[in-house]
């Protein structure tokens, strides 16, 4: 695109003096009286700013986030092409909405880099703002492009500012309070903004961390964070918001039933729960699986291998509360239990891939049991489905999560980065998560706070 210059209208003011009065008459014996000359003019005048507009070949660092992630999001997003008139004209409300006290003195020339003509609008915009409020122009700029990214996008396909970056893990988690986030309508259709039709609900409570530590629980519905409401804001901007730097207090505001509470909640290190593997009854083994982060496959293995010693018929599979995480792990995880085929499909515009298990598991002959909530996230999805589809085992619980998007983490060059949404899995048979989850076979509501051996008494039960 052809650099292109554009002056912003000088604004000119002239305040003229009133024109003088006549001379009045000349009497008899008086002098002649005349009125002083009139004063010059006044002008007032603000300083013309020129933009340039320019394409993304060689970007200045406060458009260079914007050029990357438009080609990026053109390149691998599961939809893509998107149309740029779309995107741009998120990017504009974007910037109108943005309100800042900070201000620098405006450039005498806007260097405007963009990746499509149609973004031009949002040249002029910011130019205006620049002009007329001295808004700084990096600031201004990231908050058009995360507003385009937050409500033009799916809520799989996110960014992270620097300083942030990191702050939300791959499986959903924030960091620094530990719980996963929800939003979605009364038709169970995921929201990227939260409204009053569209509420911000807390999913999954990660024990013995900050939220959990501080009273949080799944199904309370957070209102404000650090007294500022969470109505009309994207989905990403809140979680980023309540993960800061995963440091320091953060006061989270909830409705639970008819009560307002307020949690004041210091941010730490997540702890992250590992395996449990037990035999609560004979014949009948138990393993919980907490994720699926990239050492899970070994943990999984080792567990199994201890259960195996016992030689129990029946395996519970609890995937309750499993946030997901990596499908190389989820796969090779999937070869303890499934003897070779298909685990999952996925599919991104005219691509398909299978992804197969490994013959040679550990667990490929006994019968399974799983367990599922709405906590049961994205690969963890992935397995139960894959279970059901391939061992015929029950899926016993509540409506999974419904994340069918496989994600891709993108490193930037401003030190963000950007969660892109890649492609669609299904299960072995076709069917998704995307439709509000996956239904289980025997629905069960699970008593909070249950021993394993409670948990697995009434999963034998809804399953017989």
């Given at each position: 695109?052809?650099s292109?210059?554009?002056?912003?209208?000088?604004i000119?003011?002239?305040?003229?003096?009133?024109?003088?009065?006549s001379?009045e008459t000349a009497t008899t014996?008086?002098?002649?009286?005349?009125?002083?000359?009139p004063p010059?003019?006044v002008s007032?005048?603000?300083e013309?700013l020129?933009?340039?507009?320019?394409?993304?070949?060689s970007?200045p660092?406060t458009?260079s986030p914007?050029?990357?992630?438009?080609e990026l999001?053109?390149?691998?997003y599961?939809?893509?092409?998107?149309d740029?008139e779309?995107?741009a004209?998120v990017?504009?409300r974007?910037?109108?909405?943005?309100?800042t006290?900070a201000?620098e003195?405006p450039?005498?020339?806007?260097f405007?880099a963009i990746?499509d003509?149609?973004?031009?609008?949002?040249?002029?915009?910011?130019?205006?703002m620049v002009?007329?409020?001295?808004?700084?122009?990096?600031?201004?700029v990231?908050?058009?492009m995360t507003?385009?990214?937050?409500l033009?996008?799916?809520?799989?396909?996110y960014?992270?500012p620097?300083?942030?970056?990191?702050?939300?893990?791959i499986?959903?988690?924030v960091?620094g309070?530990?719980v996963?986030l929800?939003a979605?309508d009364?038709?169970?259709?995921?929201?990227t903004?939260?409204?009053?039709a569209?509420p911000?609900?807390?999913a999954v409570?990660?024990?013995?961390?900050p939220g959990a530590?501080?009273?949080?629980?799944?199904?309370?519905?957070i209102?404000?964070?650090?007294g500022?409401l969470v109505e009309?804001m994207g989905?990403t901007?809140?979680v980023?918001?309540?993960?800061?730097d995963e440091?320091?207090?953060v006061?989270l505001t909830?409705?639970?039933?008819d009560?307002?509470l307020?949690f004041?909640?210091?941010?730490?290190?997540?702890v992250i729960p590992?395996?449990?593997?037990?035999?609560?009854r004979?014949?009948?083994?138990?393993?919980k699986?907490?994720?699926?982060?990239i050492?899970?496959?070994?943990l999984v293995?080792?567990?199994?291998a201890?259960?195996?010693a016992e030689?129990p018929?029946?395996l519970?599979?609890?995937?309750r509360d499993?946030p997901g995480g990596?499908?190389d792990?989820?796969v090779?995880v999937?070869?303890?239990?499934i003897?070779g085929g298909?685990?999952?499909?996925?599919?991104?515009g005219?691509?398909?891939?299978?992804y197969?298990?490994?013959?040679g598991?550990?667990?490929t002959?006994?019968?399974?049991v799983?367990l599922v909530?709405?906590g049961t996230a994205s690969?963890?999805?992935i397995?139960?489905?894959?279970l059901?589809d391939?061992r015929g085992?029950?899926l016993v619980?509540?409506?999974?999560?419904g994340k069918?998007?496989?994600q891709?983490?993108f490193?930037?060059?401003?030190?963000?980065?950007?969660y892109?949404?890649?492609?669609?899995?299904?299960?072995?048979d076709g069917d998704?998560?995307?439709?509000?989850g996956?239904?289980p076979d025997?629905?069960?509501?699970?008593?909070?706070g249950a021993?394993t051996e409670?948990?697995v008494e009434?999963?034998?039960?809804?399953?017989s």
């Open positions: 695109m052809a292109v210059k554009r002056l912003i209208v000088t000119l003011v002239v305040v003229s003096a009133c024109s003088a009065p001379a014996a008086s002098p002649l009286r005349t009125q002083p000359p010059p003019p007032t005048t603000l013309p020129t933009v340039e507009i320019q394409d993304c070949s970007p660092v458009f914007l050029c990357e992630i438009y999001l053109q390149t691998w599961v939809d893509a092409p998107i740029a779309a995107l004209q990017a504009v974007g910037l109108e909405d943005f309100n006290p201000t003195e450039p005498r020339t806007l405007c990746p003509e149609a973004f031009s609008d949002l040249c002029d915009a910011l130019a205006s002009t007329e409020s001295q808004v700084p122009v990096g600031p201004a990231e908050a058009a507003h385009m990214i937050d033009s996008l799916d809520p799989f396909t960014y992270l620097p300083g942030q970056a990191g702050s939300v893990r499986n959903g988690i960091g309070v530990g996963v929800d979605r009364a038709a169970g259709s995921k929201c903004q939260i409204t009053e569209c911000l609900e807390i409570v990660l024990d013995d961390n530590t501080a009273g949080l629980a799944v199904g309370d519905i209102t404000a964070v650090d500022e009309g989905f901007s809140i980023s918001l309540i993960a800061g440091s320091g207090p006061v909830v409705h639970r039933g009560s307002q307020d004041d909640i210091e941010r730490a290190e997540l590992t395996v449990e593997a037990a035999i609560p004979s014949g009948v083994g138990y393993i699986i907490p994720d699926f982060e050492d899970m496959p070994d293995a080792d567990a199994l201890d259960i195996g030689r018929s029946t519970i599979v609890d995937l499993n990596y499908i792990a989820i090779d999937a070869d303890q239990f003897d298909t685990v999952m499909v996925s599919e991104a005219d691509e398909r891939l299978e197969e298990a490994t013959p598991g550990i667990a002959s006994q019968r399974l799983v909530n709405q690969a963890a999805e397995l139960a489905g894959a059901r391939r085992a029950p619980g509540t409506d999974t999560f069918d998007a496989v891709i983490p490193d930037l060059r401003n030190g963000g980065e950007l892109v949404a890649v492609a669609r899995w299904s299960t072995p998704t998560a995307g439709n509000g996956l239904t025997r629905e069960v509501d699970w008593p909070v021993t409670e948990i009434i999963a034998l039960e809804a399953a």
